[in-house]
């Protein structure tokens, strides 16, 4: 069977829909809104030092926001 090249975006485009709309309902953030998870980012970016635990949850966060600012579309 042979595949067109639109007919393989097509494909592509679902899959990769399908994906995201996996990610989307899953995850640390999802019940948080921007204006908390900034917050929390400002509490963490207070901070003169930072664990590697803290900087993780700091690009977690900064993560979680551009993904519902949608960013990532």
Known sequence: ???TKNQLRKLIKEEVEDFLQDVKSTGEWTDYTIEE???KK?????KE???AAEQ???KQI???INAKQGDYK
């Not at 400002?42 to 207070?46: C, D, I």
């Open 1 to 3: 069977m042979k595949i």
């Open 37 to 39: 998870l900034e917050s």
């Open 42 to 46: 400002a509490a963490l970016m207070k």
């Open 49 to 51: 030092k930072r664990t």
């Open 56 to 58: 993780k949850t700091v």
């Open 62 to 64: 900064q993560f979680a």
